[in-house]
C-alpha cells in the first residue's frame, strides 16, 4: 500500500472519530452497525417492491392505456415487472422498448389462448 494512500484512509477515519469522539468505541461501531442495518433493509424493501398489483391492473387495460400507465415506471422497475411475468427483457433496451413489450404482452392473452387452442377448435368444427 502507498503511504499517500494510507493518509487518505487515515484522513477518512479521523472525520469519523471526531463524529463520535464523546461516545466509546464500543457505542461509535453499535451505531455504525445499526445505520448499516437500517440501510441494508431499506434497499431490501425498495427493490423487492411485488408488482403483481401492476400487472394485474395491466390485464385489464387495453395496448394504450398500459402503455401510458408504464410510462411512470423507471426501467429499472420495467424490468421487475417483465421478470415477474416470465418475460426475457434485455437490460440495454430503452424504457419505451420495455414499455412496448410489456403492454404488448399483456394486450393479447386471449389471442396467445386462441393460437394455442386452434387446433383443438379446427377439429372441434370439422366434427360439426
Do not use: W
Not at 494510507?6 to 472519530?17: D, F, P, S
Not at 423487492?48 to 429499472?76: P, R, W
Not at 411475468?85 to 413489450?101: A, C, F, G, H, V
Amino acid at each position: 500500500m502507498n503511504v499517500n494512500t494510507l493518509t487518505h484512509m487515515l484522513e477518512k477515519i479521523l472525520v469519523l472519530l471526531k463524529h463520535y469522539e464523546h461516545c466509546t468505541v464500543e457505542e461509535m461501531l453499535d451505531d455504525l452497525s445499526a445505520k448499516l442495518q437500517n440501510q441494508t433493509r431499506k434497499k431490501q424493501t425498495t427493490n423487492v417492491t411485488d408488482y403483481a398489483n401492476v400487472i394485474k391492473q395491466m390485464k385489464n387495460m387495453n395496448k394504450e392505456e398500459a402503455t401510458t400507465f408504464l410510462m411512470s415506471f423507471k426501467k429499472e422497475q420495467l424490468l421487475q415487472i417483465g421478470l415477474q411475468m416470465n418475460m426475457k427483457l434485455q437490460k440495454r433496451d430503452t424504457k419505451q422498448i420495455l414499455i412496448e413489450s410489456i403492454a404488448s404482452h399483456c394486450s393479447f392473452p386471449e389471442l396467445y389462448a386462441q393460437m394455442a387452442n386452434r387446433k383443438s377448435q379446427k377439429q372441434m368444427s370439422e366434427q360439426i
